[in-house]
């Protein structure tokens, strides 16, 4: 069983994932309506629904079908398609999409410059491109971040200027960059709800935690209330355009 079949069914749960004043702001730096709108690495389906709102049709595409049969399950627009499909090898013809999102998407793909490029060549001319991560919330956190998920499930880990200059190696310009932090997020319940960790792995995160240095914890808005730890979580959305 694969690292994201593990997860799917509990996906939706997560307290950052469906955070509503989260969801709003992506919602609000998307300005515009669109014809036909594209889900890059879409899971189980939060932001395609999201985009769908305000798209003629979208299209959901995900490598695992877990998650995408629990995105299924979950929509009820009639405008939404799900594909079965690796953005390292995108089936769309060049020129198609006025709109392209990807969430937590760039941080577990093998190259990101590739599905970056081909996020440019499937959008029209001023199309728009979205890229959303959680990323360290300081360069002195970076440490703590991928001791964290080199348990959690290793993956690329972007600052904001990571994600600019992949965009700005995609071709994208006019690129714009925004941030949101989802505050005082329950560190056990995060983990409790990602059913790849053993206790013995989510224990061990929680140290890393609690050792962190006075500055660390500050720039995590870390706090301690009644044996629970709350972080603060660093989001970033870079826009760009063709």
């Not at 560190?187 to 709800?193: F, G, N, P």
């Not at 792995?201 to 962190?212: C, E, L």
């Amino acid at each position: 069983m694969s690292y994201f079949d593990e997860r799917a069914n509990k996906y939706d749960s997560q307290q950052w994932a469906i955070d509503q004043g989260f969801l709003k702001y992506i919602d609000s730096v998307i300005d515009g309506i669109y014809d036909l709108s594209l889900d890059v690495g879409c899971g189980t389906g939060i932001i395609t629904r999201l985009i769908a709102e305000k798209s003629n049709l979208t299209v959901g595409i995900d490598r695992n079908r877990s998650m995408l049969g629990i995105a299924v399950e979950n929509t009820h627009q009639d405008n939404i398609i799900y594909m079965n499909m690796d953005a390292h090898y995108m089936r769309f013809s060049n020129d198609m999409f006025d709109l392209i999102t990807s969430r937590n998407c760039f941080r577990f793909l093998d190259d990101p410059l590739t599905v970056a490029t081909n996020c440019y060549l499937a959008l029209d001319d001023e199309g728009l491109f979205c890229i959303i991560e959680g990323v360290p919330p300081s360069d002195r956190t970076r440490s703590v971040y991928k001791q964290v998920f080199d348990i959690k499930g290793k993956r690329n880990i972007f600052m904001e200027r990571d994600l600019v200059r992949l965009m700005k190696k995609a071709g994208f310009s006019g690129i714009t960059t925004h941030t949101y932090i989802l505050r005082s997020q329950n560190i056990w319940d995060w983990l409790r709800k990602d059913d790849s960790l053993t206790d013995s792995d989510r224990y061990s995160i929680m140290d890393i935690h609690i050792n962190m240095t006075d500055k660390q914890k500050k720039d995590y808005g870390f706090k301690a209330v009644d044996g629970n730890i709350f972080c603060d979580f660093t989001n970033k959305i870079v826009i760009g355009r063709k």
